[in-house]
């Protein structure tokens, strides 16, 4: 009931085109048989995190429907409550992401210890990957049969690795996801902080929409995607900290940036938790109000 209450507080308080269910990429790992819990003012905390191959064979691969059927219930309730006003969106971390908070044990700038297993135990981590994107396909799907209309895969911390090692260790799990649930007929939206220089490789793919943050341009996201890939973002969070006109003439220059066809304007990343309402009211307005300049 919480989770879906806040899911739809957005729709009603600033009017956006779409509701993101309510979840913590963090209830997978935890349906998977590894603690997760949440310190105040700390964050995610893993306390006995993935060391060893030992630790990996205990890993789990649940029957979501079990495990995370409240996560199904919040759905049903979410969908009752929007009553068809705007679509729903799932959403997952990224085999990637999910994977470093497992080895790691907490937040980091750098997950240095998930890194380094990847690199001293390539194939328990591997098998590690493997059994979170099973998980992770079986969640989405059940997330779509519950009534989701979309799903966005979450890699927040692709960008910590170099080109190669995000296509060894993220990419090809993100896209077995994709393929998967593409072959459901479900569409898929990716979003991988960090890895502008993959789009072009993720602009093959079967998703329907690709993620773009504030480290990279318009000009270079559609030129890496040879302009034909729907594109999301990418207006930074931290920037609806700004005056209320600085926002509006900030997100009008963002949407002339990236054009009004196969865009979906939004932020380049999860929102802050200290930006005032009205900021981003104003921001979603000035998208819905903008007009193109008549020459």
């Keep these: 009931e919480l989770a879906s209450e806040i899911t739809v507080m957005p729709i009603d308080q600033i009017d956006t085109d779409a509701a993101i269910l309510f979840s913590d990429i963090l209830v997978v790992p935890q349906a998977m048989g590894v603690e997760v819990q949440m310190k105040p003012d700390f964050g995610p905390w893993l306390p006995n995190p993935i060391r060893s191959q030992a630790d990996v064979d205990r890993v789990e691969t649940p029957d979501v429907n079990d495990r995370l059927h409240y996560v199904m219930e919040a759905i049903t309730h979410t969908l009752e409550r929007l009553d068809n006003r705007v679509p729903l969106i799932g959403f997952a971390g990224a085999p990637w992401t999910i994977f470093c908070y497992m080895i790691q044990g907490q937040g980091s700038k750098t997950f240095d210890k998930a890194k380094a297993f990847c690199f001293s135990q390539p194939e328990s981590a591997h098998k590690l990957l493997q059994k979170i994107t099973d998980t992770t396909i079986a969640y989405l799907r059940a997330k779509h049969k519950a009534g989701v209309h979309v799903v966005q895969l979450f890699d927040s911390w692709g960008g910590v690795l170099s080109p190669d090692d995000y296509t060894t260790f993220s990419w090809q799990y993100s896209n077995q996801i994709i393929n998967a649930l593409g072959g459901d007929d479900v569409p898929v939206i990716l979003f991988a902080k960090g890895c ?78 200290n930006i005032p309402v009205d900021h ?8 819905k109000s903008y007009q193109p300049r008549r020459y």
């Excluded at 054009?259 to 939004?266: L, P, V």
């Design 196 to 273: 502008w220089y993959a789009l072009h490789e993720m602009a093959q793919s079967k998703a329907k929409a690709l993620g773009v943050d504030w480290t990279c341009t318009a000009r270079n996201a559609r030129y890496l995607t040879s302009g034909q890939m729907t594109l999301q973002g990418n207006f930074d969070p931290a920037r609806l900290l700004s005056p209320i006109a600085e926002i509006e003439k900030q997100t009008r220059n963002m949407i002339e940036q990236f054009g009004t066809t196969n865009y979906i304007a939004n932020l380049g990343h999860g929102i802050l938790p």
């Design 280 to 287: 981003a009211k104003a921001f979603v307005d000035t998208v």
